[in-house]
Protein backbone atom coordinates (compact mmCIF):
# COMPACT_ATOMS: atom_id res chain seq x y z
CA UNK A 1 0.00 0.00 0.00
CA UNK A 2 1.37 3.46 -1.25
CA UNK A 3 0.09 7.33 -1.05
CA UNK A 4 1.59 8.20 -4.73
CA UNK A 5 0.63 10.62 -7.82
CA UNK A 6 -2.49 9.54 -9.74
CA UNK A 7 -1.92 6.93 -12.32
CA UNK A 8 -1.19 8.76 -15.79
CA UNK A 9 -0.58 7.30 -19.11
CA UNK A 10 1.34 8.17 -22.41
CA UNK A 11 -0.83 10.57 -24.25
CA UNK A 12 -1.86 9.21 -27.91
CA UNK A 13 -0.53 12.15 -29.14
CA UNK A 14 3.23 11.29 -28.25
CA UNK A 15 2.68 7.25 -29.78
CA UNK A 16 1.44 8.76 -32.84
CA UNK A 17 4.22 11.54 -33.06
CA UNK A 18 6.94 8.98 -32.68
CA UNK A 19 5.17 6.56 -34.50
CA UNK A 20 5.13 8.53 -37.37
CA UNK A 21 8.58 9.64 -36.98
CA UNK A 22 10.02 5.84 -37.04
CA UNK A 23 7.46 4.91 -40.74
CA UNK A 24 9.30 8.28 -42.25
CA UNK A 25 12.43 6.71 -41.99
CA UNK A 26 12.10 3.47 -41.97
CA UNK A 27 9.17 0.21 -41.73
CA UNK A 28 12.12 -1.55 -39.66
CA UNK A 29 13.54 0.47 -37.31
CA UNK A 30 17.15 -2.01 -37.55
CA UNK A 31 17.53 -1.29 -41.47
CA UNK A 32 18.03 2.51 -40.66
CA UNK A 33 21.35 3.87 -41.81
CA UNK A 34 23.45 5.52 -39.45
CA UNK A 35 22.11 8.95 -41.10
CA UNK A 36 18.47 8.25 -40.62
CA UNK A 37 19.26 6.46 -37.25
CA UNK A 38 20.34 10.34 -35.84
CA UNK A 39 17.71 11.86 -38.06
CA UNK A 40 15.26 10.24 -36.00
CA UNK A 41 16.62 10.81 -33.01
CA UNK A 42 16.79 14.41 -33.27
CA UNK A 43 13.10 14.24 -34.44
CA UNK A 44 12.28 12.35 -31.03
CA UNK A 45 14.37 14.59 -29.10
CA UNK A 46 12.10 17.49 -30.88
CA UNK A 47 9.09 16.38 -29.91
CA UNK A 48 10.15 15.81 -26.45
CA UNK A 49 11.60 19.59 -25.96
CA UNK A 50 8.24 21.00 -27.59
CA UNK A 51 6.31 18.52 -25.29
CA UNK A 52 8.09 18.14 -21.83
CA UNK A 53 5.47 17.47 -19.77
CA UNK A 54 5.36 13.43 -21.61
CA UNK A 55 8.30 13.02 -19.83
CA UNK A 56 6.54 13.41 -16.29
CA UNK A 57 3.62 11.20 -17.28
CA UNK A 58 6.36 8.71 -17.87
CA UNK A 59 7.99 8.98 -15.44
CA UNK A 60 4.81 8.48 -13.09
CA UNK A 61 3.71 5.74 -14.92
CA UNK A 62 6.80 4.40 -14.11
CA UNK A 63 6.89 5.21 -10.57
CA UNK A 64 3.21 3.55 -10.57
CA UNK A 65 4.36 0.61 -11.44
CA UNK A 66 7.38 -0.04 -9.12
CA UNK A 67 4.93 0.65 -6.48
CA UNK A 68 3.05 -1.95 -7.25
CA UNK A 69 5.64 -4.14 -7.52
CA UNK A 70 6.84 -2.83 -4.11
CA UNK A 71 3.28 -3.58 -2.62
CA UNK A 72 2.95 -6.56 -3.73
CA UNK A 73 6.62 -7.34 -2.26
CA UNK A 74 5.71 -5.96 1.22
CA UNK A 75 2.74 -7.69 1.24
CA UNK A 76 4.60 -11.23 0.64
CA UNK A 77 7.37 -10.48 3.12
CA UNK A 78 4.41 -9.63 5.87
CA UNK A 79 2.55 -13.32 4.84
CA UNK A 80 6.35 -15.12 5.19
CA UNK A 81 7.13 -13.58 8.46
CA UNK A 82 3.25 -13.52 10.05
CA UNK A 83 3.63 -15.76 13.06
CA UNK A 84 6.99 -13.51 14.16
CA UNK A 85 5.49 -10.32 13.38
CA UNK A 86 2.13 -10.78 15.06
CA UNK A 87 2.12 -13.71 17.81
CA UNK A 88 5.47 -13.44 19.86
CA UNK A 89 5.04 -13.31 23.28
CA UNK A 90 7.86 -11.25 23.94
CA UNK A 91 6.63 -8.24 22.65
CA UNK A 92 5.12 -5.47 24.37
CA UNK A 93 1.32 -4.73 23.49
CA UNK A 94 -0.43 -1.81 24.15
CA UNK A 95 -3.79 -0.54 22.68
CA UNK A 96 -6.39 -2.77 22.48
CA UNK A 97 -5.21 -6.41 22.68
CA UNK A 98 -8.33 -7.53 20.24
CA UNK A 99 -8.69 -4.11 18.20
CA UNK A 100 -9.18 -4.86 14.11
CA UNK A 101 -5.97 -3.45 12.73
CA UNK A 102 -2.76 -4.55 14.16
CA UNK A 103 0.39 -2.41 14.40
CA UNK A 104 3.80 -3.18 14.45
CA UNK A 105 6.55 -0.63 15.83
CA UNK A 106 10.58 -1.42 15.21
CA UNK A 107 11.90 1.61 17.13
CA UNK A 108 15.26 2.61 18.82
CA UNK A 109 14.75 4.40 22.38
CA UNK A 110 17.84 7.06 20.94
CA UNK A 111 16.40 7.31 17.93
CA UNK A 112 14.62 11.26 17.01
CA UNK A 113 12.41 9.65 14.57
CA UNK A 114 11.01 7.11 16.93
CA UNK A 115 10.45 9.97 19.64
CA UNK A 116 8.72 12.20 16.95
CA UNK A 117 6.69 9.63 16.45
CA UNK A 118 5.50 8.47 19.66
CA UNK A 119 2.70 10.88 20.42
CA UNK A 120 1.49 10.40 16.87
CA UNK A 121 0.95 6.80 17.29
CA UNK A 122 -0.39 7.27 20.96
CA UNK A 123 -3.08 9.55 19.85
CA UNK A 124 -3.76 7.38 16.62
CA UNK A 125 -4.51 4.72 19.65
CA UNK A 126 -6.58 6.97 21.92
CA UNK A 127 -8.74 8.00 19.06
CA UNK A 128 -9.32 5.76 17.10
CA UNK A 129 -9.80 3.08 20.12
CA UNK A 130 -10.05 -0.25 18.13
CA UNK A 131 -6.14 -0.58 17.13
CA UNK A 132 -3.93 -3.21 18.72
CA UNK A 133 -0.32 -2.20 18.89
CA UNK A 134 2.75 -4.22 19.23
CA UNK A 135 6.12 -3.19 20.23
CA UNK A 136 9.67 -4.79 18.45
CA UNK A 137 12.55 -3.66 20.21
CA UNK A 138 15.14 -3.42 17.52
CA UNK A 139 18.23 -1.43 18.92
CA UNK A 140 20.45 -0.32 15.81
CA UNK A 141 22.43 3.02 17.42
CA UNK A 142 24.81 1.76 19.57
CA UNK A 143 25.92 0.32 23.03
CA UNK A 144 22.85 2.60 24.88
CA UNK A 145 20.38 1.51 22.37
CA UNK A 146 21.11 -2.01 23.22
CA UNK A 147 21.09 -1.57 27.11
CA UNK A 148 17.73 0.20 27.13
CA UNK A 149 16.14 -2.43 25.08
CA UNK A 150 17.42 -4.78 26.98
CA UNK A 151 16.34 -3.08 30.55
CA UNK A 152 13.20 -2.44 28.78
CA UNK A 153 13.23 -6.33 27.63
CA UNK A 154 14.23 -7.41 30.84
CA UNK A 155 11.41 -5.59 32.94
CA UNK A 156 8.88 -7.57 30.80
CA UNK A 157 10.55 -11.00 31.73
CA UNK A 158 10.43 -10.27 35.18
CA UNK A 159 6.89 -7.87 35.91
CA UNK A 160 5.20 -8.86 32.73
CA UNK A 161 3.13 -5.75 30.43
CA UNK A 162 2.16 -3.39 32.60
CA UNK A 163 5.45 -2.40 34.26
CA UNK A 164 6.97 -3.45 30.35
CA UNK A 165 4.55 -0.20 28.97
CA UNK A 166 6.01 2.01 32.14
CA UNK A 167 9.26 1.32 31.28
CA UNK A 168 8.38 1.96 27.80
CA UNK A 169 6.82 5.15 28.07
CA UNK A 170 9.71 6.49 30.02
CA UNK A 171 12.20 6.00 27.61
CA UNK A 172 9.98 7.22 24.79
CA UNK A 173 9.60 10.41 26.57
CA UNK A 174 13.60 10.63 28.10
CA UNK A 175 16.81 11.87 26.95
CA UNK A 176 19.55 9.71 24.95
CA UNK A 177 21.94 9.64 27.46
CA UNK A 178 21.38 6.19 29.13
CA UNK A 179 22.76 4.43 31.63
CA UNK A 180 22.13 1.57 34.41
CA UNK A 181 21.81 3.99 36.72
CA UNK A 182 19.23 6.18 35.10
CA UNK A 183 17.40 3.04 33.73
CA UNK A 184 17.23 2.08 37.83
CA UNK A 185 15.25 5.06 38.48
CA UNK A 186 12.50 3.91 35.73
CA UNK A 187 11.02 1.64 38.09
CA UNK A 188 11.59 3.79 41.33
CA UNK A 189 8.35 3.73 43.44
CA UNK A 190 7.22 0.84 41.45
CA UNK A 191 6.66 -3.22 43.15
CA UNK A 192 9.33 -4.11 40.55
CA UNK A 193 12.82 -6.10 41.78
CA UNK A 194 15.01 -3.71 40.02
CA UNK A 195 17.68 -5.69 40.93
CA UNK A 196 15.96 -8.92 39.26
CA UNK A 197 15.87 -7.04 36.26
CA UNK A 198 19.61 -5.74 35.82
CA UNK A 199 20.41 -9.52 36.41
CA UNK A 200 18.14 -10.64 34.07
CA UNK A 201 19.24 -8.51 31.30
CA UNK A 202 22.30 -9.63 30.48
CA UNK A 203 20.53 -12.90 30.21
CA UNK A 204 20.62 -15.08 26.98
CA UNK A 205 17.00 -15.27 26.82
CA UNK A 206 17.29 -11.27 26.51
CA UNK A 207 20.19 -11.44 23.98
CA UNK A 208 18.38 -13.68 21.96
CA UNK A 209 14.92 -11.74 21.70
CA UNK A 210 17.13 -8.88 20.30
CA UNK A 211 18.71 -11.14 17.88
CA UNK A 212 15.36 -12.95 16.61
CA UNK A 213 14.18 -8.94 16.37
CA UNK A 214 17.06 -7.68 14.22
CA UNK A 215 16.65 -11.15 11.91
CA UNK A 216 12.83 -10.28 11.64
CA UNK A 217 13.73 -6.87 10.46
CA UNK A 218 16.27 -7.68 8.14
CA UNK A 219 13.65 -10.15 6.54
CA UNK A 220 11.21 -7.56 6.26
CA UNK A 221 14.10 -5.46 4.64
CA UNK A 222 14.09 -3.25 7.74
CA UNK A 223 17.31 -1.28 8.34
CA UNK A 224 16.27 2.01 9.79
CA UNK A 225 13.80 2.98 12.55
CA UNK A 226 10.67 3.94 13.13
CA UNK A 227 8.91 1.24 11.12
CA UNK A 228 5.41 0.10 10.41
CA UNK A 229 4.01 -2.69 9.36
CA UNK A 230 0.51 -2.32 9.51
CA UNK A 231 -1.35 -4.74 8.60
CA UNK A 232 -0.02 -5.91 5.01
CA UNK A 233 1.53 -2.67 4.43
CA UNK A 234 5.21 -1.83 5.41
CA UNK A 235 5.99 1.67 5.88
CA UNK A 236 9.36 2.30 6.24
CA UNK A 237 9.72 5.89 8.49
CA UNK A 238 8.23 8.62 9.94
CA UNK A 239 4.79 8.36 9.49
CA UNK A 240 2.48 11.24 10.59
CA UNK A 241 -0.82 11.16 12.27
CA UNK A 242 -3.06 11.93 9.55
CA UNK A 243 -1.00 9.58 7.23
CA UNK A 244 -1.66 6.95 9.73
CA UNK A 245 -5.11 7.37 9.93
CA UNK A 246 -5.65 7.43 6.22
CA UNK A 247 -3.54 3.99 5.72
CA UNK A 248 -5.57 2.73 8.81
CA UNK A 249 -9.15 3.59 7.10
CA UNK A 250 -7.82 2.28 4.10
CA UNK A 251 -7.14 -1.17 5.21
CA UNK A 252 -10.39 -1.36 6.92
CA UNK A 253 -12.22 -0.46 3.17
CA UNK A 254 -10.56 -3.37 1.93
CA UNK A 255 -11.90 -5.83 4.64
Given at each position: ????????????????????A?????????????????????????????????????????????????????????????V??????????????????????????????????????????????????????F?????????????????????????????????????????????????????????A????????????????????????????TP?????????????????????????????
Amino acid sequence: MRFTRPFLTLSACALTALSVASAAWSSDLTDLTDADRDAFRAEVRAYLMDNPEILMEAIAVLQERNDQLADVSDSNLVSANAVALFESPEDLVLGNPEGDITLVEFLDYRCGYCKKAHPDVAALLENDGNIKLIVKEFPILGEASVLASRFAIATHLEAGNEAYAQVHEALMNGGNNVTEGSLKRLLRGTDVDVDAVIERMNSDEVTQIIAQNHALGQAMQINGTPAFVMETAVVRGYVPYDSMVEIVAELRAQG
